[in-house]
Structures are given as structure tokens and as C-alpha cells.
């Protein structure tokens, strides 16, 4: 028997990606009624496909979560590379991380975006037909949004109207939803570019995240399949046009000129590289009324520390937590509060300090340098210092 289509929900979530993908399952696994609103649906990935350069790392507390929504067994293990130790440059010094010291298997894996993404909409798609609780709606464009004190009505492009109790805005850095709901927001422009690519080195990636923090900004290199890596540059906006116009076998001198000590060997060869405007946005609040916020929608990110879609798998599973429950015939503001205030307070001190540690370049490279050394000396001498500050990148409480 064909599915009623239905046009009152308890929340929809407007915005497809990762995040509120995994916060659309994770609700409707609650029992709530779900809307999954997106313009476009995630294209499922061949066995074949290349490598997406755009690959993002996932935390083990961001693992637990997934498995927990039965996404983690969906995913492309194959594709997938972990990460076992975390080694830090700064100047003459270094901070290393290792899993096996602090009794974890792995600090993280490498993940394409196109990989998550994929796998989250596939259970997606058979819970909907299974429990009948969660719609998949795309492509889906709003033309109109109504928000009243006791419901949200939407209006699509193709005419059908839906309404909700709430709200979740997860559309992403330039949010509709934010901007509807009156949150402001404030904007960094980081006047950088992060260029990635993937590399192959002369000596494989064995399960290595290694950074170092140049004086134009941090370099990462990221374990992949096949013992390469992915590249993540940060640099000022002319040094990253500079180096896109060169040819591979330039563009790799001047990286093996920034990427000093690093234990991979020489750079051999490169797939196409991206460069990618470094902006950082902070909403002033996660909810108004009816409406919360999540993921990009929410904030974004420096990439130099590998937070931000953990943050927003963060927020889907903070929401869900705080949505269980819910007798739906109650006003819910008084959850989203509480999904906003807990929040706001975590991931804003994760945010707050990946800024502050990016924004240290402005007391001068030397300065910089020096004060990032005087930490990485202190936490090496004491894991007792590293173990409350690994247990939250890894977001394990």
C-alpha cells in the first residue's frame, strides 16, 4: 500500500547534509514524525568512484553516534582511513597523541563527505519505509516560511504546504532558516584559503594526522586509503592564488618547503587541488521560539583542529536527546532551550579556542610560534593536561 503522503509533522528539517541528515534519523528513530527537506539528494556512491577530495575527520564520539542511528556498518569501511596517532608542530617543538596511551583504539577516520552523506540517507530511506515516521523530501525548495508562536507552515515551490511544531535549520553557513528567525551572527573573515588535495609520498601515511603551524597558517596531512594522504593548507588569500596557478611539480617544491620534518618522505605526485574561502560564522543563539539550529547553520569552523562536522553530528545528537521524550501535544521550547544552552557552552569553547589558537598569528608569526610551544612543552610533560583535552576533540564525555 502506497504511503499517505503527509503534510503535518512534529519537526522538519530543513538542510540534507551530514548533520541534519543524521539529526532527521536520529528524531524520527525517537518515534517524532520527521520532514527531511533538501533541493538536492545525496547521489549514491559507486565502488569505482574516485576518492571526493572533500573528506572530513570523524571523532570517535562522533562514531558512537553513527552507530547508534545505524549508520556507521552502512559506510564504505573500504574507503575509510583511521588515524592512531596525532602529531603537532609548532616551531621547534611537538605534541604528539597516542590512541593506545589514553585506551582507545583510534583518534579518528578520515571520511569522504559523498561517503557519510550516502550511508546516512540509505538507512534514512529504509527507516521511511519501515517505521513510516520520516519523509524524504527533495528535491524541495521553500518559497515561504510562516512562523507563528504555535506552529511553522512552509510553503514549497511545487505548492504543497507543510507545517510543524518545529523548526531545525541545518541549510548550511548562509542559513535561511537563521535569517527568517531573526538570529544574528557574526562573521570572521579569516582572509585565508584552505587548498586540499590528495598526495602520494615516497613512504605511506601509517595511520598519521600530522599538522604543523606555519607562519602563514596550519598544514595538515591526513591518512587515506592506500597509505596516501589528504592535504589541508591554510594560507593568506594571495599566497593560495599564488600557489594554484602553479604547475604540480612546483606548487609540491614550495610544499615540501612548508611542510618541514614531516615523516612521510617526499611528496610524489597530486590529484587536482580546491581551494576553499576560510570564513568563520557564530549565531548568537541555537534557537528562537520554534526554530534551533544546527551544524554550518549554527557556526562554522577553522578546519585546523577537524571539528566542525563533529560539532554538528554534536548538535543532531544533543537535539535528539533532548527531544526524547517530548509529549507532542506540549510546547517544546523549554527542550530546544536546553539543547541551546548545553550547546552554546560546549561546542562555543571548541569554537572559541580553535579561533583564538588560528587568530594567534596576528601577534606575529615568532610570537605565535612561541606560544604555542610553551603549550605543546607543558602538555607533553603531563598527560594528565592531555587526557581531559584529547577526551574532548575525540568528543567522548
Not at 126 to 136: A, I, P, Q, S, Y
Not at 212 to 217: K, L, M, P, Q, V
Not at 341 to 352: Q, T
Request: aromatic residues 6%; hydrophobic residues 40%; positive net charge.
Amino acid at each position: 500500500m502506497a504511503k499517505r503522503p503527509m503534510t503535518e509533522y512534529d519537526l522538519i528539517v530543513l538542510g540534507g547534509g551530514p548533520a541534519g541528515a543524521a539529526a532527521a534519523l536520529a528524531l524520527a528513530q525517537k518515534g517524532l514524525q520527521v520532514a527531511l527537506l533538501d533541493r538536492v539528494r545525496p547521489s549514491t556512491l559507486k565502488p569505482d568512484q574516485p576518492l571526493d577530495p572533500r573528506v572530513v575527520a570523524i571523532s570517535p564520539g562522533s562514531m558512537a553516534f553513527l552507530n547508534g542511528i545505524q549508520v556507521a556498518d552502512t559506510l564504505r569501511h573500504e574507503r575509510i582511513a583511521e588515524y592512531r596517532s596525532m602529531r603537532v608542530h609548532a616551531g621547534s617543538q611537538a605534541l604528539e597523541f597516542v590512541a593506545a596511551e589514553h585506551g582507545l583504539d583510534q583518534l579518528g577516520w578520515i571520511v569522504e563527505i559523498a561517503n557519510l552523506a550516502d550511508a546516512i540517507w540509505q538507512v534514512a530511506a529504509r527507516h521511511d519505509n519501515r517505521e513510516r515516521n520520516l519523509d524524504l523530501i527533495t528535491p524541495a525548495e521553500v518559497d515561504a516560511f510562516d512562523l507563528q508562536p504555535d506552529s511553522i507552515r512552509l510553503k514549497l515551490a511545487d505548492g504543497r504546504s507543510l507545517s510543524s511544531q518545529i523548526l531545525i535549520g541545518a541549510d548550511g553557513a548562509r542559513s535561511r532558516v537563521r535569517t527568517t528567525a531573526g538570529i544574528e551572527h557574526r562573521i570572521d573573515d579569516y582572509n585565508q584559503r584552505a587548498i586540499v588535495t590528495h598526495l602520494n609520498t615516497s613512504r605511506p601515511n601509517s595511520s598519521v594526522a600530522w599538522q604543523r603551524f606555519t607562519d602563514n597558517g596550519p598544514l595538515a596531512l591526513l591518512p587515506l586509503t592506500e597509505g596516501r594522504s589528504s592535504l589541508v593548507w591554510s594560507v593568506p588569500c594571495e599566497r593560495a592564488e599564488e600557489l594554484m596557478k602553479l604547475n604540480d611539480a612546483a606548487f609540491l617544491e614550495q610544499l615540501e618547503l612548508s611542510a618541514s620534518n614531516q615523516p612521510f618522505g617526499s611528496f610524489t605526485d597530486l590529484t587536482q587541488r580546491h581551494a576553499i574561502a576560510l570564513v568563520r560564522r557564530q549565531s548568537q543563539q541555537m534557537h528562537q521560539g520554534r526554530v534551533a539550529l544546527l551544524g554550518d547553520a549554527a557556526r562554522s569552523v577553522h578546519p585546523l583542529a577537524g571539528q566542525g562536522l563533529n560539532l554538528g553530528l554534536a548538535d543532531a545528537a544533543e537535539l535528539a536527546e533532548a527531544l526524547n521524550g517530548w509529549d507532542t501535544k506540549q510546547n517544546p521550547e523549554t527542550r530546544l532551550a536546553r539543547y541551546a544552552r548545553r550547546r552554546l557552552s560546549d561546542a562555543g569553547l571548541i569554537a572559541g579556542g580553535i579561533h583564538f589558537i588560528n587568530e594567534s598569528r596576528m601577534f606575529g608569526p615568532k610570537l605565535g610560534q612561541l606560544g604555542m610551544g610553551a603549550a605543546f612543552r607543558l602538555l607533553s610533560r603531563s598527560r594528565s593536561l592531555r587526557e581531559p583535552f584529547l577526551r574532548r576533540a575525540c568528543g567522548l564525555r
